[in-house]
């Protein structure tokens, strides 16, 4: 395999870039001096943090991934499938509800599964707070729950912070009526990721954050397919509601199937929540729904597909929008997908008239097509946002459009959407995929499914031996013979900060994602299945492409200042005495000679600047250049793929029509933490097919598209790195 080289610039420009900064901070130090001598020294109010925050584990992005969860605690093994119907501190030892009753007593622990099946739940089961329940650790087929809802947080009194779940399935069987899978839920009910959950049969939510609940991220996850809510309102298929306070989420490479709505229902004023690389599949007609004064909306790289439930627009307006919002929401949308499919028009055959209220989740109407909104990357996004009233596009003062991400959410790492919908339908889930699971993948590749009241039998197995545990410490005996050591859960021999069980536990997760086989379904496939048949042909309608705002007309997306952002409270800093009119001066004159100084450096030494990630560590810049045959590949995506576990994140870049690219990370040009990489690149060159556009297929070699073929590899090292001219030849 060839390695490429990384060259680093002139040593001057360094030099250059030290003086520059050291003058700078000298302004800064000047500065708190002055501040100093008006106000006091508050050198001993100011509390700095001493550890640099880390995700939960390596792959976690979003609003709490960064919780210490369980890091440090007990484990707590469940050897049971049964479950008893009592208080938990009397249910028998080894089940399910035992184990986080003890989890519970300790102040948090690690819950892992020592057998594989189904747990029966009599009723709801309480996630404690601090509590890692982590369904990777199950043997075989893995686990899933059956019968009662997880609850993280019940009430304000007694919150669920730091909580991890990953790998559990919940397969529905519900003793009661309307209920949802998972709720997070109660003030102090904070920092919770769900992660390759499988979620079906649910009555009412998938996973609702309510009852002022924050700071919770579900990624990887299945989302939908659910059965009778035995209420007046049958199918209550709604995955996600953020409402009754709760707020700060992201929801992100998930998968949503057999839906009604709710993907998510954001309905909190202040609303601050990224949806971003998500796959939606048979929805109603209002997929995603933003009601939040005030909020702010993250909507990037998603794809909407229509299915037999979803109903078809009315003549005057097609094609409608998948994101509908109101009460003046600020919604940033970009590369996101809308694609038609063969749904139904919603009326009743006999008399004409459209279903009303209940009657909608129980009956269709004749087959009808349904006309994505956005089928092209030549379409405006903008043809994706509207309004319940049939408005489409920037409606001042109802729904917002806003051309920059919000950059008070945290960073996701994004996938064009195309290429991320492959990658959500591999990965999607608790692994490895049962039944159910493969049932949902194959009705998106055929376009088929229903909503369904009755439950259907997959008949799901869950079986598996666990493995040799001689000192049952929750980490296989052959994972401590692979380190050499008789290792320690809490010990730090494989990592100063996560604990040997979690690198355990991490380790069993990514084989779980590297057993998961390659699947032949192509975006093209996805397109071609999203075409009407022939004889139909689209309303002139369609061909309407809202214009953007003007600039006037738009709200930014600005970066909150530190007085909106964080409160001196929040940040560890103690309000002192002085005169505020002298501090304002000063203030002033201080943050002049600052910019000052950043407008003298900025030209030369922003691309040389290392960024730093606060889960990563320090990016630097690569830069580098493509050559096919004898022309640029203007578009192609080039992917670093990290050989690091630690290092999840993929930098990537986008070739210019010189050639040139620059890799980003976490922002724009920011380049690549340290390490080593395997590199791809692909180029789906726009075209035009019979008139219309289309996306074509690769025009690089395929071997260049995986990266254990491509021949490619790098080494990123501290400083700036040059990558000479890579020639491809067809």
Known sequence: MMQIPCLKRNSR?????????????????????????????????????????????????????????????????????????LMQMYVKPGRFRRALHEAQKAGGGYVLFKVAGTIRLKREAIVPANTYVAGQSAPGGGIAIEGGTLQIGTTKQNPSNDVVLRHIRHRGGFTKKGADAVQIVGAGTKRVVLDHLSISFFQDGAVDVTQDASEVTVQWCHLGDASDSKTNEPYHGEPNLISYGGNLVTLHHNFYTHIHSRTPYVFVDDGLVEFSNNL???????????????????????????????????????????????????????????????????????????????????????????WGARETASSSDLKLL????????????????????????????????????????????????????????????????????????????????????????????????????????????????????????????????????????????????????????????????????????????????????????????????GSKTSWVSLGLFWLAGTLGLLAVVWAGLRRQAPRRNRSLGTTHPVMGKILLNDSYPEGALVILHPLSPLVTTHPRATVRADGSFEVSTFAEGDGAPVGDYLVSAAWYKPGLKNGKPVITTNQFPVRYSQPETSGWSLTVVPGVNELPTWHIQQ
């Open 280 to 370: 939606v599949y048979n929805y109603r007609k209002y997929p995603t729904t933003l009601d939040s004064r005030r909020g702010k909306i993250n909507v990037v790289g998603n794809v909407y597909v229509a299915g037999t439930n979803t109903h078809a627009g009315d003549p005057a307006n097609p094609n409608r929008p998948p994101i509908f919002g109101s009460l003046g929401v600020q919604v940033h949308v970009a590369d996101n997908y809308a694609l038609g499919g063969l749904g139904h028009d919603n009326r009743n055959p006999s008399t004409g008239k459209t279903f009303k209220g209940s009657d909608q989740h129980v009956e269709r109407g004749k087959p009808a097509w349904v």
């Open 13 to 85: 420009l360094f030099l250059a870039r030290r003086w520059a900064w050291l003058l700078l901070i000298g302004w800064w130090l000047w500065g708190g001096w002055l501040w100093a001598q008006e106000n006091g020294d508050s050198s001993s109010k100011t509390k700095v943090p001493t550890e640099e925050l880390i995700p939960a584990f390596p792959g976690a992005q979003g609003f709490g991934a960064d919780t210490p969860h369980a890091r440090g605690k007990q484990v707590f093994f469940v050897t049971s499938l049964e479950d008893d119907d």
């Open 386 to 577: 509207g309004t319940s009233e049939g408005r489409v596009g920037h409606v001042p003062g109802v729904v917002e459009y806003v051309p920059q991400r919000f950059a008070e959410l945290p960073l996701v790492d994004i996938t064009p959407a195309p290429e991320n919908a492959l990658r959500v339908l591999r990965l999607f889930g608790a692994l490895p995929r049962d039944a159910t699971d493969q049932r949902l993948y194959h009705e998106f590749v055929t376009r088929t499914g229903e909503w369904k009241l009755e439950t259907p039998d997959d008949k799901n197995q869950y079986t598996g031996e666990p493995l040799a545990d001689a000192d049952d410490d929750g980490m296989p005996d052959s994972f401590e013979a692979q380190h050499g050591k008789n290792l320690k859960p809490n010990g730090h021999e494989l990592h100063p900060i996560y604990d040997n069980l979690e690198i355990y536990l991490q380790q069993r997760a990514e084989q779980l994602v590297a057993d998961v086989p390659a699947i032949s379904l192509t975006w093209n496939d996805i397109l071609k299945a999203s075409q009407p048949p022939p004889g139909v042909e689209p309303p002139k309608s369609l061909a309407f492409d809202p214009p953007k705002p003007t600039e006037a007309g738009v709200k930014p997306a600005l970066v909150p200042s530190p007085s909106t952002a964080q409160s001196s409270e929040s940040i560890g800093i103690e309000e002192g005495g």
